[in-house]
């Protein structure tokens, strides 16, 4: 199954990512699951090994003041990078051959939650990066969270 058919197509009239030579660029990705269209905001609505991945983050601390706080910013920047990975590897590519990211966030606040999920998916060397605040996404103000890509994939000869 292709990454665009598990993580459902996209919300409106546009390629969820186009190859253009040796580039992949990809589209902003919002934390919707596709099943439900809804927004993500649970941690129980992640995979359990992304659960955790997380909690070594200290992250998903069972405590529901904190867990209530936090999880959207964070299960929304999990899922979000975790799809960006999967369209790079129906590419034939992965996490470290995004060149570039974009990253929109309704509030910077979410920056610092963001910014430690991303760790995981870019341990050694991150991408070129840009961070910006905007007043809203599609689908609604549930969604905090949108990254698009850019993915250096060299056809192979």
Not at 20 to 41: E, H, N
Not at 42 to 68: F, H, I, K, N, W
Not at 141 to 147: H, W
Request: net charge neutral; aromatic share 10%.
């Amino acid at each position: 199954m292709s990454a665009t058919a598990a993580a459902g197509r996209p919300m409106a009239h546009y390629a969820a990512a186009r190859r253009a030579g040796d580039f992949v660029f990809v589209s902003g990705v919002v934390a919707v699951d596709p099943v439900r269209q809804a927004v993500l905001q649970r941690y129980d609505e992640l995979p359990a090994e992304a659960v955790a991945a997380l909690t070594t983050l200290g992250y998903c601390t069972g405590q529901m003041s904190v867990d209530l706080y936090e999880a959207p910013a964070v299960v929304q920047s999990w899922f979000v990078l975790d799809r960006i990975r999967a369209i790079a590897r129906e590419h034939g590519g992965d996490m470290q051959d995004a060149i570039k990211l974009v990253q929109y966030f309704r509030d910077l606040r979410h920056y610092p939650f963001y910014n430690r999920v991303r760790g995981l998916f870019y341990p050694g060397e991150p991408p070129a990066s840009t961070v910006v605040e905007v007043s809203r996404f599609m689908p609604g103000d549930g969604a905090l969270i949108e990254v698009e890509a850019t993915l250096h994939l060299p056809r192979k000869a």
